[in-house]
């Protein structure tokens, strides 16, 4: 494997600002060990840091699946070509929260391989979550091939790209160890009714916190389920959640501000 830890991201449209590539940038750099490239793959270079590479986002295979929740976007990146590198790449989401050393992310495994994260949303399932994955560049390719030839059948049948990359991915894929990546939400947040009372504690072992789902981290800043939502005292939350008609899933839907996700988060260098 490489010396240089290769680190990449993606961001298009509106939903993610500069400041999430920025400030997933300045967390790799706090928890990595030099020498490291971080590439943000972007249609709009507006605003990034000098420090990172930015490179075009390649082209869609094809039109992407209608009617499915996958990032299916994602798949510019299985191509046979990436901005010029090559080799093992480390891709992760823009929400997520780095706590720890990336370093063993490299270093596990073989540089062959395809390894996720794994879907703590089906614990019994063998599915993997494409939010901290590493490929070779140019693995992919042929999955990219079978996706293209027809993408809205892809798209109904497997929903999210990261369980299509789960069963196709050549060679097959393996996972991260378990207490590398915990997922906010279903990990972190305790589970109701404590979490009217409990700050979300920090993983101790976590490298990386994710946030999949409309949770995203400064939702857990401020306190909130998702952008649309408001902080509330506990017992005003239940009262609006029984008055929203919003049933059990409201009224469990609480998170108390997290204090450790507004440290990591910060704009910090």
Same mark, same amino acid.
């Given at each position: 494997m490489s010396d240089v830890k290769q680190v990449i991201c993606i961001k298009w449209g509106a939903k993610y600002g500069a400041d999430y590539v920025? #400030? @997933?940038?300045r967390m790799v750099a706090r928890n990595i060990t030099p020498p490291f490239t971080f590439t943000a793959f972007t249609d709009d270079p507006d605003g990034l840091s000098p420090d990172i590479q930015v490179r075009d986002l390649p082209p869609l295979p094809a039109e992407m699946p209608v009617g499915t929740p996958g990032k299916w976007p994602k798949s510019r990146l299985w191509g046979a070509e990436l901005g010029g590198l090559s080799g093992p790449v480390l891709f992760i989401d823009l929400d997520v929260v780095i706590l720890g050393s990336l370093d063993e992310f490299f270093s596990h495994g073989e540089p062959d391989d395809v390894? @996720? =994260? #794994?879907?703590? =949303?089906?614990?019994?399932? #063998? @599915? !993997?979550?494409?939010?901290?994955y590493r490929?070779?560049? !140019?693995?992919? &390719?042929?999955?990219?091939?079978?996706?293209? &030839?027809d993408p809205?059948?892809? !798209?109904?049948?497997?929903?999210y790209e990261q369980h299509f990359v789960t069963e196709n991915a050549p060679g097959g894929v393996s996972f991260w160890p378990r207490s590398w990546v915990k997922h906010f939400r279903i990990q972190c947040v305790p589970p109701f009714p404590l979490n @009217?009372? #409990?700050?979300?504690?920090r993983p101790k072992s976590a490298k990386v916190v994710i946030f999949a789902g409309d949770l995203n981290p400064p939702d857990?800043?401020? !306190?909130r389920w998702n952008a649309e939502d408001v902080h509330r005292p506990p017992l005003e939350h239940l009262t609006h959640a029984l008055r929203s008609g919003g049933g059990f899933k409201a009224v469990r839907s609480y998170v108390r501000p997290t204090k450790w996700v507004a440290d990591e988060w910060s704009d910090m260098s």
């Open positions: 920025n #400030r @997933l940038y390894i @996720l =994260a #794994r879907n703590m =949303a089906k614990p019994f399932h #063998r @599915l !993997g979550q494409t939010s901290i490929f070779p560049v !140019g693995k992919l &390719a042929p999955m990219q091939t079978i996706f293209a &030839a809205q059948a892809i !798209g109904t049948r497997y929903r @009217l009372f #409990r700050d979300p504690p857990a800043v401020a !306190g």
